[in-house]
């Protein structure tokens, strides 16, 4: 029946019937699976437990062979003597405990999370750096004796990274093997459906990591709309029939996308009394999900979004000494760049070589954005503002090149520098292009919540210019939400070899 839309002629298809009609066959089978998954050769608790003792034996060898490298291989660089393995004992010590310390704190140790293996190594690699930085600081505030080789932590540090990367990356391929995947894996099943089930749907389906077995959808409310269903999207039966589903395809968690409450209720201690997890895919939010996050105000929880990256000050603290490096460094080496094309422009077209041009900024607050002059003077007389198109007769010659290698765009680490613009960031829009837009594409204000960047996750996925924005926006909300600072160098990286509808 997969794909299909299952007709509902009964009237009762919203109730949820009672356990009495599944056979003592499906409820054996079910307990069978979940023994199976509790015993003590295959739990998965026991896998966490194994990933904790292989961080714990990587972390000290990074020690041992920070030490080595240090005090045999490196023992000239520096007026270091060649000290005895056991009066650096306590430091290496140390720092197994508090590098463990970092791991852990970025919530790796979780049954739920053993299969992704590159949201692991992401984690790691920040705890690495973060325990590297700290671990020194540490050291040379306490004046311990022997003092701390700033050389042994950088070594450290890189051993640690290179060393958990490997066993990680032996350990996930040890674990994908169907016997261990089988008991990994969370038996998922969706209650009703709508837009957000179909973007979930199609997210754990394309999961590299596997962490997710989709089993199919239950019908809540009488589906017909058989255009809107995924023709992969298995049904599995209805509502009333959820006790029987559950036995029969031995579901590990609930994802309720459209249910009235008393049902959505009633579910809900379903799977408390049958150790099912419960998830809701709540449809009132639509952007910054996220930044999702249940508090509670005199007494009365509340779900809402009041959490995004860049409302930390330590994130936004850490994000502007990147602009502020990154924009001085940029001026410097693109000097010789800025005159050369400087001069070609004058050369082409007479002055002016730079171009000020108004945009939206943080919060919508206004600027003038700087670039080298890449069209001709009069390119919007008459016409007004609008779009750079593929071949545009607008561009000078050397207009053409400076936007296909976005040379044009240099100037604007002056902007970066003055704090109006980061390097990496939705892209700032002119207000007479973009007047209209909040009002006609969901959510486009929203992507003023940062500072606009020089190029930005959109960018380098090719929507620039003339392009469709309802992705563009979805890329910039995506930014938004996952924001860190290695995210932002990958995307700067990207930059110089990502330049579709760059003209």
């Known amino acids: 029946m997969s794909g299909a839309s299952p007709s509902n002629s009964k009237s009762d298809r919203m109730l949820i019937g009672t356990p009495g009609a ?51 291989s490196l023992k000239d660089f520096g007026n270091w003597d060649d000290l005895a393995l056991r009066q650096y004992t306590g430091h290496m010590t140390l720092g197994t405990l508090t590098l463990l310390l970092a791991i852990g704190w970025q919530g790796i140790y979780h049954r739920n ?28 505030a306490l004046k311990l004796t022997p003092p701390i080789s700033r050389v042994f932590v950088a070594l450290n540090g890189s051993c640690a990274l290179l060393l958990l990367l490997s066993w990680r990356l032996i350990f996930n391929l040890f674990l994908h093997q169907p016997a261990r995947l089988k008991t990994l894996q969370q038996r ?27 089993i199919g959808w239950v019908d809540a409310s009488g589906w017909r709309d058989s255009q809107a269903l995924p023709s992969n999207l298995p049904f599995v039966g209805y509502l009333e029939d959820i006790h029987r589903v559950i036995a029969r395809h031995e579901v590990d968690m609930i994802v309720v996308a459209d249910l009235p409450r008393q049902q959505l209720v009633e579910l809900a201690n379903i799977c408390e009394r049958e150790m099912i997890q419960f998830k809701l895919a709540p449809s009132v939010f ?24 860049l409302d930390s000050t330590l994130n936004v603290f850490l994000k502007r000494c990147l602009d502020i490096v990154g924009a001085v460094m940029g001026l410097l080496l693109s000097a010789p760049l800025i005159a050369f094309f400087g001069f070609m422009v004058w050369w082409e077209s007479g002055r002016p070589i730079f171009y000020h041009q108004r945009r939206w900024g943080m919060n919508g607050v206004p600027f003038e954005i700087i670039k080298i ?76 919540h940062a500072k606009p960047g020089m190029t930005g996750w959109a960018q380098v996925k090719g929507l620039r210019g003339d392009t469709d924005l309802s992705e563009r926006i979805k890329c910039d909300l995506w930014y938004l939400e996952n924001w860190s600072l290695w995210l932002d160098i990958q995307i700067m990286f990207l930059t110089f070899f990502k330049r579709d509808n760059a003209y």
């Open 22 to 72: 599944v056979t003592g066959n499906l409820l054996q089978k079910l307990e069978e699976r979940r023994a199976l998954k509790a015993s003590g050769t295959a739990s998965p608790h026991l896998w966490v437990l194994v990933s904790v003792l292989g961080d714990l034996v990587m972390a000290i060898a990074a020690g041992y062979a920070a030490y080595w490298l240090r005090f045999h």
């Open 113 to 140: 999370v053993l299969l992704r293996n590159r949201w692991i190594a992401s984690k790691m690699a920040k705890a690495v750096l973060i325990w590297t930085l700290g671990f020194l600081a540490m050291t040379l």
């Open 188 to 214: 998922t099943l969706f209650v009703g459906w709508n837009e957000d089930a179909q973007r979930l749907w199609n997210t754990l389906s394309t999961d590299k990591a596997h962490a997710f077995e989709l």
């Open 286 to 309: 639509r952007i910054f999900v996220s930044g999702l996050s249940l508090e509670t105000i005199a007494g009365t929880p509340v779900l809402g979004v009041n959490r995004l990256p």
């Open 373 to 448: 002059r890449s069209m001709k003077l009069d390119a919007e007389a008459g016409k007004g503002a609008q779009w750079c198109v593929q071949d545009d007769p607008r561009r000078l010659k050397v207009g053409a090149f400076m936007r296909k290698w976005n040379i044009d765009e240099v100037p604007q680490f002056w902007n970066v520098l003055k704090g109006q613009m980061s390097l990496v960031g939705p892209r700032p829009e002119r207000p007479e292009l973009i007047a209209a837009f909040k009002h006609e594409i969901p959510h486009y204000n929203a992507r003023h």
